[in-house]
């Protein structure tokens, strides 16, 4: 049966991907460098990146969900993988038998495992000043893990893409947490906590948005490459005259003759709203500006300085992470993991 084909393509680097792993293995000195794969590997495939970083080294990798963890566990091998968000009473029979780890995060995941884990390994988080996931200091200053097998003690750091005191104040109480609990490994920095330097490392990292192409801090400018290209197709090329407007609201009065192309893209895609009239598109050595609001699934973009385009023809959109943010407002994250199931996913 003849397959429909997709008006939109998202292109994936998978050197690039391993070429930002292995920077960020680099920064992580001794420490094992792992990789957060959870969102479906932040919208570009969870289980080709788990290939691509398998085949490259990685042996530690993270998903928030059982969910998660299922659709990837095929294809991590004999690599590590721990589950987030712990264990909810629904993941208890299931996490039990699972080859992954939980990472328990409240006094009651802490009972369940103890009392249903079968004495299997589990890590362990704890909260140093996020207030969003993990155990006190003091629950573990009371002996609460005692007994448990506990592989790794994690810790998220609230602001590392920032400097600020925060970052070591989180630093000195994981410190002092580590000291009394019974873990082998310790884990602190995400993709910005690595570029923090060597004293946040520990023994393993967990990077995630700088893997996908984001730059969370300066140190990672010139050294993380972009992994993915989002494309759409032209549905249709069309003339506008001066004092013609464009789109919902009519938030665009165009002030001379234009010439528009009409991409096959809009917010139902993860090309969202944010991009209205400030958004731009690759034409050639130059860009095009988006036109008006984006819509649920179009979007028009000026197109004066490329009279070769056609409908039918395919226009990158300008989706370098720290470029689009700086357009859109939007963080690097939400642009990543935005990005809808009508694109077709293609791996060079």
Known sequence: MIQPHSPLRLTIDGNALVSNWRWLARMSGSAACGAAVKADGYGIGARQTVRHLGDAGCRDFFVATWAEAEEVLPHVGEASLSVLHGLAEEDIAHAAAS???????????????????????????????????????????????????????????????????????????????????????????????????????FDLTRPGLALYGGVPRPEAVGNIQQVMTVEAQIVQRRRISAGDTVGYNATFTADREMELAILNVGYADGYLCRFSNRGRARLGDGFGSVIGRVSMDLTAISVDDAPQLAEGDWVELDFDLPSAAGQSGLSQYELLTTLGARYQRVWS
């Open 99 to 201: 080859r992954a780890r939980p990472v328990l995060n409240t006094p009651l995941q802490v009972k369940r495992w103890r009392e249903r884990g079968k004495g299997r390994p589990c890590d362990v988080m704890v909260d140093t000043g996020m207030n969003r996931l993990g155990l006190s200091a003091a629950q573990v200053a009371e002996g609460l893990l005692e007994g448990l097998d506990v592989d790794t003690l994690h810790s998220h750091l609230a602001s590392a893409d920032e400097d600020g005191a925060m970052n070591s104040r989180q630093l000195e109480t994981f410190m002092a947490v580590a000291a009394k609990a019974p873990a082998r490994r310790l884990s602190l920095a995400n993709s910005a906590g690595i570029c923090l330097g060597p004293d946040y490392v």
